[in-house]
């Protein structure tokens, strides 16, 4: 069964991530997202939901500097060493409630990483994908700053579009970037808001 298996064993992204020092081939998404649309820059704030085990927090962490600052949250802990600047909390990224995540708030950008656990059942692993998209972009519109912008994984599937006019609400940009890191197996892909439209007073 292992064989059939598109996750098992290591591809040229995976080898390259522990090259580079990176616990996983997530990092390259973000990269080329970062490399087309330009988000992260020296001495932002950034947020980053569902962080482990760790790759984002440490690219983003280099490209804002030690005049930035890095919060990162998930569940799980984060077993690989963080830069001064990049701060780690264990628990739920996605409380509202958890006056934690704004810590260094207002943010420059918000990013989410985060999925289901898959069960096989495509139409509920995308329905999940989108209440989780959902919720990460609600912590964006809570606490990104106006300018700033939003990164959410979601899995494509019909609510797709709702999930791309929600960010057209919020930001006056939206994208759908499908990193040339992501498995040709996956269905996933990033939806990304840029320029936060300002709040209504």
Request: proline fraction near 6%; hydrophobic fraction near 40%.
């Amino acid at each position: 069964m292992a064989k059939n298996n598109p996750y098992k064993g290591a591809d040229h992204f995976t080898r390259a991530a522990k090259k580079q020092g990176y616990p996983a081939r997530s990092v390259f998404k973000l990269e080329e997202i970062d490399r087309r649309l330009r988000l992260i820059k020296p001495g932002m704030r950034v947020l980053d939901l569902g962080a482990t085990p760790g790759s984002w927090t440490l690219y983003v962490a280099q490209k804002v500097g030690p005049k930035g600052k890095v919060l990162s949250v998930d569940l799980n802990p984060i077993e690989v060493p963080l830069p001064e600047h990049a701060t780690f909390i264990q628990g739920d990224a996605l409380s509202l409630e958890n006056e934690a995540l704004s810590t260094f708030a207002p943010y420059d950008v918000v990013l989410s990483d985060m999925a289901p656990n898959t069960t096989g059942n495509r139409h509920g692993d995308q329905t999940r994908s989108f209440e989780l998209f959902m919720r990460a972009l609600a912590v964006a519109e809570k606490l990104v700053k106006p300018g700033g912008a939003f990164v959410g994984k979601i899995f494509m599937g019909e609510d797709f579009q709702n999930a791309k006019k929600a960010v057209k609400q919020s930001f006056a940009e939206d994208r759908a970037i499908k990193p040339e890191g992501t498995r040709a197996s996956s269905y996933e892909l990033f939806l990304i808001g840029i320029g936060r439209k300002a709040s209504s007073p």
